[in-house]
């Protein structure tokens, strides 16, 4: 019994168990509508998709099978979003409580937990009224249920987000993102207790500002790589006048407004886990998704629910009061779980990678365009960084179409879905694993005082 309270071993449990009740509510017509004769035919892959897209919304990550604004009815959709918050609180309680070992045995200090989840909550909340009532406002044609779903959804790093088609929609996403994405820096202002018992004010605030600055210099990556190379031939300019006029790519933009998109870009990936260019349009070079999926892989700092390896960097800032310096837990063991959870993300996204590529080489028609590495390395990243990021590869893999037909054995969009879905619970339950593992092997060492 002790063994199931184990953070990784109880999140492990509790994520499928959520998906797996998520499953039967969104298959039900309410939320997504099929027709009698579809479902009494089709009704394995209409559950296999509803499973894909709990699982997906569970974790973080928002990579759909169904399409969240032709497929999804209000209610599928708000569904959808309960299902994250549901995801991202239990991910939050988990991270806090693996750090539960940072204090000495029988010591005063509790574990942060409580106090993560309840600012998690109420800075959420907070988010949520505030943005809903400024876009209300700000856009006439918006609404506040509309508004206080993508706020939502970008603060907790849902990404059940639909495309974000015009810049102060995308600057919206990108704030929320980043006020959840920062974690503690913004829950010491809601939650003292967290100061006085668990956090050093100084470094959280050295840790947010290098943070900040990564994204910065990411922004600035993003913007040389998208300069312009050259000029289209003039039919070729004519004939894609009006698609320019309607989203002009990055590459034909002026620096500051390359520099603009990018910095959006780059904090709503690291943070919102959402995209706000045309990455499955092309409108991405590769260097640039290589970018964005490595801040990915980074997510948010500690307290956030998007993830990624830079929540391990916060633990640096972790301080118990009243304990003796023998029963501090090493730096080295916090370094070396840094450097084991970026090992481990790293491999766990390459595998995925190269998994995307076989299973679409299997699965592709001869007149589909093969996707560079790229394109695989971004959706790999988004599948175990939590993130809806997407070059399109996932939906090519996950087609429903790709069926051998009635009683023909397992149709082929099964492989690609079993294969993203083991990748977005590893990279779910990998970080804190790590450090509940530095943790306890940090408390096992003998003292040095």
Known sequence: MRTLLKPPIWLGLALPALAAAGTFVLARPECVPIEPDQYRWFWARHYWQCAFDALSAVCGAGLLTHDLEQHYTPVGRWTLWWLGQGGALLFVVAFAQALRGLSPPGGAVRSPAAWAALAFVVVQAIVVGLFGLVATFACPTGTFAESSYLAGAAFASLGVIPPVDDSGTAWMVAAAGLLGGLGWPVWLCVVPALAYRWIDRRRVLVLAAAYGAVLVFAALLIAAIEAPRGRPPPDAARGAAEERQAVRPMSDAPVMERLSRGLIQCIAAATAGVSTEDIRGRHLRDGSKAVVALLILLGGLGGSASGGVSLLLLAAAIRTPARPPVARLPPS?????????????????????????????????????????????????????????????????????????????????????????????????????????????????????
């Open 333 to 449: 063991a916090l370094a070396a779980a840094g450097r084991s959870c970026v090992a481990l993300l790293i491999l766990a996204s390459l595998a995925t990678a190269f998994g995307l590529l076989v299973v679409e080489a299997l699965t592709a028609s001869a007149f589909q365009p093969p996707p560079t590495f790229a394109d695989a390395l971004l959706d790999a990243a988004s599948a175990v960084g939590g993130a809806h990021v997407t070059s399109g590869v996932t939906g090519t893999v996950t087609d429903p179409n790709l069926t051998r037909g009635l009683g023909l054995g397992i149709d082929q969009y099964q492989y690609g879905m079993v294969w993203l879905m083991a990748a977005m619970l590893t990279g779910r339950v990998l970080p804190v694993w790590v450090i509940h593992r530095a943790v306890r092997q940090g408390r096992n060492e003998p003292p040095t005082g």
